[in-house]
């Protein structure tokens, strides 16, 4: 990589203080978990909870198609416009302008778009992994948005995919797409050695025990964005179960550590944003994490991964 292409890739990963953006990011983390709830309302379950999950797009996060009747619709956050859109197969199209309300206001405009466009919809009322679960219809605490802020959070989501993608591309064993957890409000993408995991004793706030029984049923290696650990937000990386050894094992940035208290290992996003070559320090954290947990577990790596270049020459 050039010195200019180096200094683009720099200057494309935004800075965005936590503790700047805490009320936007709070009111935001329900509003896109009323619209992943509609997701779930509506599209068949998959392996993991996959089928709840938004993903990142040229302008926000989407649904992507979800299934209606003999139809689809879906719904995007356009960070860009600032506008959530709900557009159907048979031509429809409404948006709500994304501004400061409150949650409550909120979710009873979406709920009325959706009733408009001939997809009335009932979701579970209250959020999930957070505490206190306020219902969304009572909710009048979080009415906070800051658009740049809400951009900029995107921004780092959109670098944080891309990079996501790539390591992804280096694995042929079962893996997840890089998609958008509204529950924690996190951007992940989880690799699978294919065999069974124990079963997990659940324990997330407002979240039923069973739901962490499915998305943990077989072994996994996980990593991905969360914009609350930090002065910035992390990176972060951990296995399912945890093999001996893990937490000591030599990973890449130097500024990545182990936290006991999360579980999991943890890199400053802050420390991607600054390093000379972002996109290198966070594959190299993504890379050392994978294999402390695949080499701990005994994955069978050499079937399991490949070269996503194979045919660059051809």
């Known amino acids: ?16 203080r936590v503790d700047e953006w805490v009320e936007t990011r709070d009111t935001l983390h329900m509003w896109v978990q009323i619209v992943g709830k509609i997701r779930l309302a509506h599209a068949p379950l998959l392996n993991h909870w996959w089928q709840v999950a938004l993903y990142v797009t040229p302008r926000g996060l989407t649904t992507s198609a979800v299934p209606y009747g003999a139809g689809a619709f879906d719904i995007e956050f356009d960070f860009v416009d600032h506008m959530l859109r709900v557009r159907t197969s048979d031509g429809g199209i409404h948006s709500i302008a994304l501004e400061s309300m409150p949650v409550a206001d909120f979710h009873a405009r ?24 306020v219902p969304f ?16 959070f995107w921004r780092q989501l959109l670098q944080a995919n891309r990079v996501l993608g790539e390591f992804r591309g280096e694995f042929v064993g079962k893996v997840s797409p890089v998609h958008f957890f509204w ?4 951007l992940a993408c989880t690799r699978f050695s294919g065999r069974s995991a124990p079963t997990h004793p659940g324990g997330a706030p407002n979240c039923g025990d069973w739901v962490m029984v499915e998305g943990y049923s077989h072994e996994l290696s996980s990593c991905g964005f969360w914009p609350g ?5 992390a990176f972060y990386s951990y296995a399912y179960p945890e093999p001996a050894g893990f937490a000591e094992s ?3 940035p130097s500024d990545a550590y182990y936290s006991r208290q999360n579980g999991q290992f943890l890199l400053p996003y802050e420390a991607v944003r600054t390093a000379d070559d972002p996109d290198r320090a966070l594959a190299g954290f993504l890379r050392s994490t994978y294999a402390a947990a695949a080499d701990g577990a005994g994955w069978d790596r050499a079937s399991l991964e490949t070269d996503p270049e194979r045919w660059t020459d051809r």
């Open 137 to 152: 219809s009572a909710d009048y605490q979080h009415h906070t948005y800051d658009p740049r802020a809400a951009e900029l």
């Open 183 to 186: 529950g924690a409000m996190d």
């Open 250 to 252: 030599p990973v890449t």
């Open 1 to 16: 990589m050039g010195t200019t292409e180096t200094s683009r890739t720099r200057s494309a990963w935004p800075r965005l």
């Open 110 to 133: 979406v709920g009325q778009t959706l009733e408009e466009l001939g997809i009335p919809t009932t979701i579970q009322d209250h959020p999930n992994e957070v505490e206190p679960a």
């Open 229 to 233: 650990g930090g002065d910035e937000g």
